[in-house]
């Protein structure tokens, strides 16, 4: 059982840099798929990088360069670092956990507004 707890977000200029944290308690996220999503305005929520728990990570296109996942199992956090922040990154992001096929777990999210 996996508590996960976002932080990070806010209000940012177009080119900015931010740097997201995912927060685990109730158990250790070595075991997990590590994820961040992210849901914006009238739009289906979209994986936009995850990190399996061989720290291979993957990207989707549109954050490709520009974003890096990382995870720190010692310390049960995953991290995305988020640069050249453009406005249509603007969106609530979730961070995810998955383990086999029936643990699924997702924090409360965390806006992020990207201003032009």
């Known amino acids: 059982q996996l508590q996960l707890v976002e932080s990070g977000g806010g209000l940012f200029q177009a080119g900015a840099s931010l740097r997201l944290s995912c927060a685990a308690s109730?158990?250790?996220?070595?075991?997990?798929?590590m994820g961040w999503f992210r849901q914006g305005l009238g739009k289906a929520r979209q994986m936009v990088a995850s990190?399996?728990?061989?720290?291979?990570?993957y990207y989707a296109e549109p954050v490709k360069g520009r974003f890096t996942v990382s995870r720190d199992n010692a310390e049960n956090k995953v991290y995305l670092q988020m640069n050249n922040l453009k406005p249509e990154d603007t969106a609530v992001y979730y961070c995810?956990?998955?383990?086999?096929?029936?643990?699924?777990?997702w924090g409360q999210g965390t806006q992020v507004t990207v201003s032009s």
């Open positions: 995810g956990a998955r383990r086999g096929s029936d643990q699924n777990y």
């Open positions: 109730g158990g250790r996220i070595a075991p997990y798929a």
């Open positions: 990190i399996d728990t061989g720290r291979t990570p």
